[in-house]
Nanobody
Framework: QVQLVESGGGLVQAGGSLRLSCAAS????MGWFRQAPGKERDFVTA????????YYRDSVKGRFTISRDNAKNTVFLQMNSLKPEDTAVYFC??????????????????????WGQGTQVTVSS
């Protein structure tokens, strides 16, 4: 069983920054997703097992950065220039023990087996 513990959400004004963390009980390809009120959960960004390859949804490119500390099995999401439309519950996800390719990033919900509890990010205008 993979454990994921998220932290770092909160309330910030538009243009501000937040850093989310997700501590995992092992090392896996990881991703971040978000779910706004009344909407489906959407992909935000992902990072491969090595930490060398990342992928972002278009609306966050240049503002968000995913990274990982492999020694601590922790993934980070640095969010800058936040906008009200970034308001959502943010979930980290781990590929888990399903077969995976070390160099690949995974961008679909069904490709992840384990999910964090979610952390609220609210951006005020």
């Amino acid at each position: 069983q993979v454990q994921l513990v998220e932290s770092g959400g909160g309330l910030v004004q538009a243009g501000g920054s937040l850093r989310l963390s997700c501590a995992a009980s092992g090392r896996y390809p990881m991703g971040w997703f978000r779910q706004a009120p009344g909407k489906e959960r959407d992909f935000v960004t992902a990072i491969n097992w090595y930490g060398r390859t990342t992928y972002y949804r278009d609306s966050v490119k240049g503002r968000f950065t995913i990274s990982r500390d492999n020694a601590k099995n922790t993934v980070f999401l640095q969010m800058n220039s936040l906008k009200p439309e970034d308001t959502a519950v943010y979930f980290c996800a781990a590929r888990g023990d399903a077969a995976y390719t070390f160099s690949r990033v995974y961008t679909e919900e069904y490709e992840y087996s384990y999910w964090g509890q979610g952390t609220q990010v609210t951006v005020s205008s």
